[in-house]
């Protein structure tokens, strides 16, 4: 049976086709969707779970690889319509997105902002607003480095800092497969920091990018860019 499968969500953004990559665990005694889009983006995974054949009604939890908006942007729109759907994340990441922190990317592009060249200013205003619409929600499972769940056949929780401090990743032991979240991207044909100048910590994304290359894995999915196999 199908552990898990690959969603392909594509949408447009600023005149060009992009795509996000959530992906679904099956087959444990959850239904675990890993990570839920930008806010505004559930209806988009919908219609591609009932592509898959899958009603949206069966999740039962989001795990929230980390609190970037097109991770957990959507998360609060599938709560409110499916209350019974329970949101894990890493217990470092769940004052932010429980918003009882600011959240450290609006932080860091509020940082950025006085030094912004003129023509870059209104850009940056648009990313922070961006940000300020992310809508918070309660963590009902804290979830830690090396915690194992049944969840896509055997998943074991990968602490992978750098990107943000409680950025997490998910081993699938028995698929040879690891669902990285941003905490790597494929580019060349070859496993790279997502975004490294939006990396809250270089060295420690750094660090996890090398563990994660020396995980035993088959192949790597990767949110900004897909599935990526040696
Ligand atoms: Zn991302």
């Excluded at 009603?55 to 499916?82: C, N, R, W």
């Excluded at 030094?115 to 809508?135: H, S, W, Y």
């Amino acid at each position: 049976m199908e552990t898990y499968k690959v969603l392909d969500i594509q949408f447009e953004h600023q005149g060009s086709l992009e795509h996000i990559y959530p992906v679904l665990l099956l087959g444990g005694s959850d239904t675990v969707l890993v990570d839920c889009g930008y806010p505004g983006f559930m209806n988009l995974i919908e219609a591609e779970l009932q592509k898959q054949g899958v009603s949206p009604s069966d999740l039962t939890k989001i795990v929230l690889t980390h609190q970037d908006d097109d991770h957990m942007g959507a998360a609060k729109e599938f709560i409110s319509k499916y209350p019974h759907i329970q949101i894990a994340a890493s217990s470092m990441e769940t004052p932010y997105i429980e918003g009882r922190e600011k959240n450290l990317r609006l932080k860091q592009a509020e940082e950025l902002q006085a030094a912004l060249p003129e023509d870059m200013q209104e850009f940056g205003k648009q990313f922070c607003n961006r940000l300020r619409q992310v809508q918070p929600v309660p963590v009902d499972l804290e979830l830690h480095d090396g915690d194992c769940f049944d969840w896509g056949g055997g998943c074991k929780i990968i602490s992978t800092p750098g990107h943000t401090p409680g950025h997490i990743s998910l081993l699938l032991p028995k698929e040879g497969t690891l669902i990285t979240g941003d905490a790597a991207v494929v580019e060349d044909n070859e496993l790279v920091l997502a975004n490294p100048q939006f990396c809250l910590d270089i060295e420690e994304a750094g660090r996890s990018l090398a563990n994660i290359k020396g995980l035993v894995c088959r192949q790597f999915i990767c949110y900004h860019s897909g599935i990526f196999r040696i």
